[in-house]
C-alpha cells in the first residue's frame, strides 16, 4: 500500500509541476522594454502610467507580487484598464522579451 501512495504522489507532483511550464501571455497587451518602477508609477518609453488601486503584477514566475518587490527595470506587458491606469502587468523572462520584440519588428 506505501508504494501505491508514493506513486500517486510521484503522479501528482509531476502533474502539477507540468502545468506551470508554460504561462499565457496576452496579446492585446502593450510590450515595454526597460519599464521602471516608482510606485505608483510605471515609465513605459515616454509614457508615464499610474497603478491602478487594484494592479496585479505578475513575476517571471507568474506570482502575484507587490509593487515594493518589482525590479527597478524590467521588460513587461502592460494592460490599462477604462481610466488609462495600469490594471495588469507582466514581468518577463528573457526569452518572453524577446519573442515580444520580434513580434515588434514584424508590425
Not at 515580444?100 to 519588428?105: D, G, T
Given at each position: 500500500?506505501?508504494?501505491?501512495?508514493a506513486?500517486?504522489?510521484?503522479?501528482?507532483?509531476?502533474?502539477?509541476?507540468a502545468?506551470?511550464?508554460?504561462?499565457?501571455?496576452?496579446?492585446?497587451?502593450?510590450?515595454?522594454?526597460?519599464?521602471?518602477?516608482?510606485?505608483?508609477?510605471?515609465?513605459?518609453?515616454?509614457?508615464?502610467?499610474?497603478?491602478?488601486?487594484?494592479?496585479?503584477?505578475?513575476?517571471?514566475?507568474?506570482?502575484?507580487?507587490?509593487?515594493?518587490?518589482?525590479?527597478?527595470?524590467?521588460?513587461?506587458?502592460?494592460?490599462?484598464?477604462?481610466?488609462g491606469?495600469?490594471?495588469?502587468?507582466?514581468?518577463?523572462?528573457?526569452?518572453?522579451?524577446?519573442?515580444?520584440?520580434?513580434?515588434?519588428?514584424?508590425?
Open positions: 500500500m506505501r508504494y501505491i501512495g506513486g500517486v504522489a510521484l503522479v501528482v507532483t509531476l502533474s502539477a509541476s502545468g506551470f511550464a508554460a504561462r499565457s501571455l496576452p496579446n492585446d497587451a502593450q510590450f515595454a522594454e526597460d519599464a521602471q518602477f516608482s510606485y505608483p508609477y510605471v515609465k513605459a518609453g515616454k509614457n508615464t502610467l499610474r497603478l491602478a488601486a487594484s494592479a496585479r503584477i505578475y513575476s517571471e514566475h507568474n506570482l502575484i507580487i507587490m509593487p515594493a518587490a518589482a525590479p527597478a527595470k524590467a521588460s513587461v506587458l502592460l494592460k490599462t484598464d477604462i481610466n491606469e495600469v490594471s495588469r502587468v507582466w514581468i518577463l523572462t528573457h526569452d518572453e522579451a524577446q519573442a515580444f520584440k520580434e513580434k515588434e519588428k514584424e508590425k
